[in-house]
């Protein structure tokens, strides 16, 4: 299946579908020293749901994490 | 000063503080101790694995906020939906761990003018949700009301566009604001150039100037803040000790009464 991840495309050719938490190892340096907050599809995720939360074929991950704004 | 009320939060200062488009952290952390603000404002980005900066700036953010004994207030910045802020106030609360949201939602790339539809829709799903919402609109009255009806507490329209540093384009509107929504906490955001111009806004009994790039763009940032303390506490004083009215003529100061020998034959 093919996903993105913060605009980055990801091909897994053995997966149909992979939980939230995996698809960030994908994407993550050091995801346990990070603060970020994640949505799937445009619809926010919250960390307790990401074990449980499935990413499939076509989906779009976006990670944020804070930043100075105005 | 007197207190600034923030969904009855009690706050010393009256000036919420941007933290972006400051020469450095070390500056940014400066120039917001210097201004004496509790409230700063900041955002979410997508994350790059490869840059550490953000992790780096989120530091020097929550050095200064716990500094302060300050709140975090989130923005939604860039985002053009009622969906969208949704979402990203939702993922700002989650990381913040505050439900204080200032809502942007714009309507107009040109000059990042608010959409006032997508804004109500957002708040009315927000103020639903638990946040506290404070709306960066524009200088619409019927807006403002509107946004008050719905639950919002404290209002912020434009002074004018984002980042242009113009000052109070329509002081007529503001005023009336000011006058149709007396029980608003309404604090002026987004155009801020000079002191006087947030001065301007506290003589007309604003309650609070939000401001970001008239500090950080200064030659000198830490100076700036200052001055902008400065300017909020003379237009608070000024509008609690009550402006005079103005005259359509001239009125002199000095008595005239047993006036100097020389002007006795004219």
């Given at each position: 299946m093919n996903i993105h991840i913060n605009g980055k495309a990801y091909s897994l050719s053995h997966e149909v579908h992979i939980s939230v938490s995996s698809a960030l190892t994908l994407h993550f340096i050091e995801p346990q020293q990070s603060t970020f907050a994640v949505a799937l599809n445009g619809d926010f995720v919250g960390k307790a749901d990401y074990d449980t939360t499935l990413v499939k074929n076509g989906d779009s991950l976006d990670v944020l994490l804070p930043i100075q704004g105005g | 000063m007197m207190a600034l009320n923030i969904y009855g939060h009690q706050l010393d200062s009256r000036l919420l503080i941007g933290s972006a488009l400051y020469p450095s952290p070390e500056v940014m952390k400066q120039a917001i101790l210097a201004s004496g603000s509790q409230v700063v404002t900041l955002s979410l980005k997508r994350q790059n694995p490869a840059e550490q900066s953000g992790q780096q700036i989120w530091r020097y953010i929550q050095e200064v906020v716990t500094e302060v004994n300050g709140h975090l207030l989130p923005n939604t910045a860039g985002c053009k939906t009622a969906k969208e802020a949704v979402t990203l106030a939702k993922m700002s609360r989650e990381i913040f761990k505050t439900n204080w949201l200032k809502l942007e939602v714009i309507g107009d790339d040109y000059n990042l003018q608010p959409d006032p539809i997508e804004l109500l829709n957002a708040a009315e799903q927000l103020i639903k949700d638990g946040f506290k919402v404070l709306p960066y609109c524009t200088d619409d009255l019927v807006l403002c009301q509107r946004l008050y009806d719905l639950g919002c507490q404290v209002i912020m329209p434009w002074a004018?566009?984002?980042?242009?540093?113009?000052?109070?384009?329509n002081p007529y509107n503001l005023e009336t604001i000011r006058l149709r929504l007396p029980d608003a906490t309404l604090i002026l955001d987004a155009g801020i150039g000079k002191p006087s111009d947030a001065c301007l806004a506290m003589e007309m009994g604003y309650d609070g100037i939000l401001l970001n790039s008239a500090v950080a763009l200064a030659d000198n940032p830490i100076l700036m803040a200052k001055a902008f303390s400065h300017a909020l506490e003379a237009g608070e004083q000024a509008y609690v000790a009550g402006v005079m009215q103005q005259r359509q003529t001239a009125h002199p100061s000095t008595p005239t009464l047993d006036t100097p020998f020389w002007h006795q034959n004219s």
């Amino acid at each position: 299946m093919n996903i993105h991840i913060n605009g980055k495309a990801y091909s897994l050719s053995h997966e149909v579908h992979i939980s939230v938490s995996s698809a960030l190892t994908l994407h993550f340096i050091e995801p346990q020293q990070s603060t970020f907050a994640v949505a799937l599809n445009g619809d926010f995720v919250g960390k307790a749901d990401y074990d449980t939360t499935l990413v499939k074929n076509g989906d779009s991950l976006d990670v944020l994490l804070p930043i100075q704004g105005g | 000063m007197m207190a600034l009320n923030i969904y009855g939060h009690q706050l010393d200062s009256r000036l919420l503080i941007g933290s972006a488009l400051y020469p450095s952290p070390e500056v940014m952390k400066q120039a917001i101790l210097a201004s004496g603000s509790q409230v700063v404002t900041l955002s979410l980005k997508r994350q790059n694995p490869a840059e550490q900066s953000g992790q780096q700036i989120w530091r020097y953010i929550q050095e200064v906020v716990t500094e302060v004994n300050g709140h975090l207030l989130p923005n939604t910045a860039g985002c053009k939906t009622a969906k969208e802020a949704v979402t990203l106030a939702k993922m700002s609360r989650e990381i913040f761990k505050t439900n204080w949201l200032k809502l942007e939602v714009i309507g107009d790339d040109y000059n990042l003018q608010p959409d006032p539809i997508e804004l109500l829709n957002a708040a009315e799903q927000l103020i639903k949700d638990g946040f506290k919402v404070l709306p960066y609109c524009t200088d619409d009255l019927v807006l403002c009301q509107r946004l008050y009806d719905l639950g919002c507490q404290v209002i912020m329209p434009w002074a004018s566009p984002i980042g242009t540093g113009k000052g109070l384009m329509n002081p007529y509107n503001l005023e009336t604001i000011r006058l149709r929504l007396p029980d608003a906490t309404l604090i002026l955001d987004a155009g801020i150039g000079k002191p006087s111009d947030a001065c301007l806004a506290m003589e007309m009994g604003y309650d609070g100037i939000l401001l970001n790039s008239a500090v950080a763009l200064a030659d000198n940032p830490i100076l700036m803040a200052k001055a902008f303390s400065h300017a909020l506490e003379a237009g608070e004083q000024a509008y609690v000790a009550g402006v005079m009215q103005q005259r359509q003529t001239a009125h002199p100061s000095t008595p005239t009464l047993d006036t100097p020998f020389w002007h006795q034959n004219s």
